[in-house]
């Protein structure tokens, strides 16, 4: 009984629409510019060049948006796939229904669901069929509209100004959490999209760009968006290779300590020293200790640029390891707490480690007051801004594997090369690539060796300048 309802919902909806797909040409809907709105979203959210697997493609359009260097689309329409490949002969397409996914093949980077979760007869067993298709790396993304709209829709649907629906499942934002955790998914970003879904310019723009992101206005739109990634699935059995990158100006005095505290990790740990224009002897006391220490690792170089951003980068170019850290030779975050980076990383808990010193009792002389409140302000714009909660983003001591951090230099370019602390650089680019962004508490210290080279207004003025730019390339897109 339960698989003859079954057919008989799939074969309703299949008929469906293809007879939406038959008349698609003589369709005169205002649906046109909300689906260009999800077009750009989804650009955003999914870098070109990436293996793509979009569930309930229809005619293609969306899967091509996001410009895949693998497409494939899945649909068990025959009438909506025959427009798709004739619109985008360089895509693949797969008549079958989303409840059996058995025919396809291979892992994907990214899987699209964009409306479909409230056309689907068994939610969690489409879900369920989506984690063989998975690496650990996959993201699974997805919208759904909010039922707030349902009697606008039905008015549009009515005036031939929408694509008319079937019945749909009457899902909310944690239903859906709900049923990716019972398949297998954590669901670490959710936001809102499009308030006013009409082609009106300027208006448009204004609210499906701005207004959407501010309260109350953002519980009023009319889609759903959700990242997540599926859990328990092994990145890497290996014990990786660690490469600490440390940054060095005038830091002469805390070398030795450097070589003593921090420990071996992984597979084998490398220190990397980037010495930026100091003017103590801090590139001879690394020499020094080199030479006192021949058991370890290590490599030396001078900075060519400025600012601890070029400093990073200079040493993640010069790394081996398949585990990228960042230690301030200040040595203000103790190096004996990078083990529980370590871990955090390689156990999958995030792909993103996040140095937090805003949560434990700080020395005395650690940080100035208004620092403090700097960047506790910093933080709770950030959390608004990336869509996970980021409670300290000035922490030199951040993690990240390899592949990722190349991810996010191959796309320095959206935001560009304005970040002289590398701080930003890094957590706007992971934002950028979807990555989970997980906090660590530390117990920060104060300095016992030299000054800060942070300048408090100055930089402070940048930070502000820094955040408002990537507000318009992260928040406002």
């Known amino acids: 009984m339960e698989i003859s309802s079954a057919l008989k919902y799939r074969q309703s909806r299949q008929a469906h629409w293809d007879a939406v797909a038959h008349q698609r040409d003589g369709l005169h809907s205002w649906g046109g510019a909300y689906h260009r709105r999800l077009a750009q979203v989804y650009r955003f959210l999914v870098s070109p060049g990436q293996r793509v697997l979009e569930v309930g493609c229809g005619e293609g359009d969306l899967l091509a948006a996001v410009q895949p260097a693998l497409g494939v689309g899945v649909d068990f329409s025959p009438a909506m796939l025959a427009r798709a ?11 079958t229904d989303a409840c059996d996914l058995s025919a396809l093949q291979g892992a994907f980077d990214v899987i699209i669901l964009s409306d479909l979760v409230n056309d689907l007869w068994d939610v969690q067993l489409t879900l369920d069929q989506l984690r063989r298709l998975c690496t650990a790396r ?4 997805l919208n759904l509209y909010s039922h707030l709209w349902q009697p606008v829709l039905s008015v549009a649907q009515k005036l031939r100004l929408a694509v ?4 749909q499942n009457w899902l909310t934002v944690e239903d859906v959490r709900n049923l ?5 998914f954590e669901t670490f970003r959710n936001w809102t999209e499009v308030l006013f879904p009409l082609p009106i310019p300027l208006l448009n723009g204004f609210c499906n760009r701005f207004l959407v992101r501010a309260w109350p206005f953002n519980a009023l739109a009319l889609s759903n968006f959700m990242v997540a990634r599926p859990k328990g699935i092994s990145a890497r059995k290996p014990e990786p290779v660690v490469s600490v990158v440390v940054p060095a100006r005038n830091e002469a005095g805390n070398i030795p300590d450097i070589f003593a505290r921090v420990p071996e990790m992984g597979s084998g740990t490398e220190l990397i020293f980037v010495e930026g224009h100091s003017k103590d002897d801090t590139y001879a006391a690394i020499e020094s200790e080199m030479a006192r220490n021949p058991g370890r690792t290590c490599k030396l170089f001078r900075q060519s640029g400025i600012g601890k951003g070029d400093a990073v980068r200079k040493g993640y170019a010069e790394a081996r390891g398949e585990v990228l850290m960042i230690l301030d030779a200040d040595l203000t975050v103790p190096p004996e707490d990078l083990p529980r980076f370590y871990d955090a990383i390689v156990s999958g808990t995030g792909e993103f480690i996040n140095g937090v010193r805003l949560v434990y009792p700080m020395e005395r002389q650690a940080m100035r007051t208004l620092n403090l409140i700097g960047n506790k302000f910093f933080s709770l714009v950030f959390s608004w801004m990336l869509g996970q909660p980021i409670k300290d983003t000035l922490c030199g001591t951040k993690v990240l594997w390899r592949q990722d951090y190349e991810k996010i230099a191959a796309n320095r370019s959206y935001f560009g090369e304005f970040d002289p602390f590398g701080d930003y650089d890094l957590i706007f680019g992971a934002a950028r690539q979807n990555l989970k962004i997980v906090d660590m508490p530390i117990r920060y210290r104060e300095r016992t060796y030299g000054t800060t080279n942070i300048q408090r207004w100055k930089h402070g003025w940048l930070l502000l300048r820094m955040v408002a730019f990537a507000a318009r390339r992260l928040k406002f897109i």
Do not use: I, K
Request: charged share 20%; glycine share 4%.
């Open 138 to 141: 996959t993201r699974l993304v």
């Open 164 to 167: 008319p629906l079937c019945e």
């Open 180 to 184: 990716l955790n019972l398949a297998g």
């Open 85 to 95: 490949r004739q619109r985008h002969p360089n895509l693949q397409f797969v008549e």
